[in-house]
């Protein structure tokens, strides 16, 4: 039986656990995003799209290039294998998995109903009103209700908390994500979007979050109790009494890994790779990277995204995304696509001390797919870094 794991296995366990490491396909399709979603567990959505949305990324890094649309098609359909809540932060879950925070959505409900002066208690009728509306004309965007109410000359007239009041039903498990019409999210009450067993199914809070806890355990590989708390935003006192059920049902063998702090817990069924052959652009939500301790624990790396900084105080840019190389993160590249002039910037690009010499070899093909990927005609490297100029002499006349 195991009983450690050297730092470099712990990186490989995690990767493999991930998706990386495997042949990328010659032409990804449903099976392999399919295959990519239901390995995480969860796609985190973010809006930010100066290069591309988040939840575009993490395929991408695992498969290569790919039909964004087929994406599309799979995670935002009206009543299909997949629906969006908050499991890290927003997300596209699998359908099935939606139960499992049923516990979250009635905590959340209590919480915020019974707060003086706040302000789901002072808007019910407005709850009311758009749960009305929902059952009355099926599924639609915040920005369609604002419209009709802002038509209304009733108590209605000129209100603009529309899209307030269904992000509380949605938090709140009343309603759900109906797909997306240009990323703009449709919201339909739950009985008539998730299949009735989802809707009827009840879980004790106790065997949801062991559930969840399982489900971390094989997205990690590996991780410390916090790493997969965390996956799912779970407290660690619950957390804690889930894991212990797990290692005495022996799916979690606990493990030390020299450099971590207290027990690390490997899933029985992760893979030891003896090598790690992955090549990937990150997003800043990626799970490989979102939990910035475990990013810098892994792999030394300190990652901080930088869009909420001041222009002035960056250093590395304002969407920087990490650069996997073998089972090192070796670098960060901040990217934006100008969609007009079909060119992807290389506004800044930097190195790690432990990249190899052969960096700016490899990531310039990582711009190259990505900017293939795009439907994009070249990659002009414009900013600054350490890994600037390399990049630069690299892709000097070369197009995707």
Do not use: C
Request: hydrophobic share 45%; charged share 25%.
């Amino acid at each position: 039986m195991v009983e450690s794991l050297s730092p470099a296995q712990a990186r490989r366990v995690a990767l493999a656990a991930q998706g990386f490491g495997r042949p990328q396909p010659a032409q990804p399709g449903t099976r392999q995003l399919n295959g990519v979603i239901d390995r995480l567990g969860l796609l985190q959505l973010d809006s930010v799209n100066v290069f591309e949305r988040s939840h575009y990324l993490p395929p991408f890094a695992r498969l290569g290039p790919y039909d964004k649309g087929a994406l599309d098609a799979l995670t935002f359909a009206a009543r299909g294998r997949y629906v969006e809540y908050w499991a890290h932060e927003a997300a596209v879950i699998p359908v099935e998995h939606w139960p499992l925070f049923r516990w979250r959505m009635d905590a959340m409900r209590a919480k915020y109903s019974a707060i003086e002066g706040g302000w789901v208690m002072a808007n019910q009728p407005m709850l009311d009103w758009l749960r009305a509306e929902l059952a009355e004309k099926g599924p639609m965007p915040a920005s369609a209700v604002e419209h009709d109410s802002n038509r209304r000359s009733g108590p209605w007239w000129g209100w603009s908390g529309v899209k307030e009041g269904l992000e509380w039903l949605f938090r709140f498990g009343e309603v759900t994500s109906a797909g997306r019409t240009r990323f703009e999210r449709n919201y339909g009450l739950v009985d008539t979007i998730l299949p009735a067993h989802v809707v009827e199914s009840r879980i004790d809070q106790a065997d949801a979050v062991r559930q969840l806890m399982s489900l971390s355990a094989r997205a990690h590989g590996v991780g410390t109790l916090s790493d997969l708390a965390d996956y799912y935003r779970l407290k660690q006192g619950p957390a804690a009494v889930a894991v212990h059920d797990l290692v005495d049902s022996g799916e979690l063998l606990p493990v030390t890994v020299p450099g971590w702090k207290g027990t690390a817990y490997l899933h029985r069924d992760a893979r030891i790779p003896r090598r790690m052959d992955a090549a990937a652009l990150l997003s800043p939500f990626d799970p490989i990277v979102w939990r910035r301790e475990r990013a810098e624990r892994m792999f030394d790396f300190h990652y901080r995204i930088e869009i909420y900084t001041p222009a002035h105080k960056r250093i590395f840019g304002y969407y920087s995304l990490p650069v996997l190389l073998g089972d090192t993160v070796v670098g960060r590249v901040d990217l934006k696509n100008d969609r007009q002039a079909r060119v992807l910037l290389v506004q800044s690009a930097w190195s790690e001390d432990a990249a190899p010499a052969d960096t700016a070899e490899r990531v310039a093909a990582l711009l190259l797919d990505a900017a293939r990927w795009q439907g994009l005609d070249r990659v002009e490297v414009v900013g600054r870094g350490s890994l600037s100029r390399g990049l630069a002499r690299v892709l000097a006349g070369v197009t995707p």
